[in-house]
């Protein structure tokens, strides 16, 4: 199958399947007329890095996964750290969201929003850094 067809089947884009076969995450044969064909085997690769971007993996975890997901001697304890480390690093994203919700939500609640030029929030990014 060629590479739009793969695309339909996977519902990645024709340009991240060729990025992940650049980077060596996919590789798929060649016909005569230098076509790329993909087997079903391609196309369960790129499924499985579609849902493990889609859950915000990178791509040198995907690499990873990849290669624990092909060793049959693997140990579960592998895939569960990488998993671990990036909810690890999810959960420090959230708590740097919710503080800059509460930042945007209180500075936003002292913003007059009328004609005057006073704006708390152009105040607030004018400062120096540490001093709010």
Known sequence: MNISQAARRTG???KTIRYYEEIGLVAPRRDANAY???SE???HKLAFLGRARALGFSIGDCRSLMALYDDKNRAS???RRIAQQHLASIEEKI???QSMHETLTRLVGACAGDT???CPILD???APPGSG
């Open 124 to 126: 607030d990014l004018a």
């Open 77 to 79: 304890a592998d895939v």
């Open 116 to 118: 005057r030029p006073d």
């Open 41 to 43: 085997s391609d196309l």
């Open 12 to 14: 990645l884009p024709a």
């Open 36 to 38: 790329r064909a993909f």
């Open 95 to 97: 708590v740097q969201l």
